[in-house]
């Protein structure tokens, strides 16, 4: 969805080390989703966020909403390769439409 | 798990032919949506459903239509299949996405249209 922009697009990184995936909108996010999927698989919910401000971890994933409610970030400590696959953002801009950005696509290097 | 199932679950058909993918849900939920994914893009919304016969058009509607005649199903129909319309489909459902309420996925339907 043009409404919501991920960034990057794709990464490539070390085992071990620490990446941040961005969603960002021009409109105010009520509710913002992250999902995880495997190529060629179905959804799999992370967490979801809805205040100002909040944050919530899941292992060693970490989501936050940031204070305007207008950008998430996905933060991923010591990676791993079950860490990779696509990582998808999701928010409800209006009245109930949900859309997504575009995704990420995550590898991880052994 | 919550229960929602897409049917078929794989399909391929020719150029021209309708096609119509199935949404079941035994959550009572009253948002219904259908998805398309693609490489590149994401999901992208199609169609969704706020109630029975309460339909409205997402950011990529054109070639689709909807019918939702009762709580449990949600149909997407392709009139005329094309092979732009060659793509993953995934429905979801929500008793209130705004509430702070779990979005469900349902697996997903593989269409390939030649």
């Known amino acids: 969805s043009q409404e919501l922009e991920q960034s990057p697009q794709s990464l490539i990184v070390q085992e071990g080390k620490n990446l941040t995936i961005n969603c960002t909108s021009s409109k105010t996010l009520y509710g913002l989703y992250w999902y995880k999927q495997k190529y060629g698989e179905g959804l799999i919910f992370l967490m979801m966020?809805?205040?100002?401000?909040e944050e919530k971890s899941h292992e060693k994933i970490t989501a936050k909403l940031d204070e305007k409610k207008q950008q998430s970030s996905l933060h991923i400590t010591a990676s791993q390769p079950s860490h990779a696959g696509i990582y998808l953002c999701?928010?409800?801009?209006?009245?109930?439409?949900?859309?997504f950005g575009a995704g990420t696509i995550l590898r991880v290097k052994s | 798990d919550a229960g929602i199932t897409q049917s078929p679950r794989h399909k391929v058909t020719e150029t021209g032919t309708p096609v119509t993918l199935r949404c079941h849900q035994t959550?009572?939920?009253?948002?219904m949506y259908w998805y398309r994914q693609d490489p590149g893009h994401g999901l992208r919304l199609i169609h969704y459903s706020y109630g029975v016969k309460d339909t409205d058009k997402g950011e990529v509607s054109d070639g689709y239509s909807v019918s939702r005649s009762k709580t449990e199903d949600f149909l997407l129909t392709l009139e005329s299949a094309t092979s732009s319309q060659t793509s993953v489909y995934f429905c979801a459902i929500s008793p209130d996405p705004a509430g702070g309420n779990s979005i469900y996925f349902g697996e997903g339907s593989w269409l390939t249209v030649v």
């Open positions: 999701g928010a409800d801009i209006v009245a109930n439409k949900l859309v």
């Open positions: 959550e009572n939920h009253r948002y």
């Open positions: 966020l809805q205040k100002g401000g």
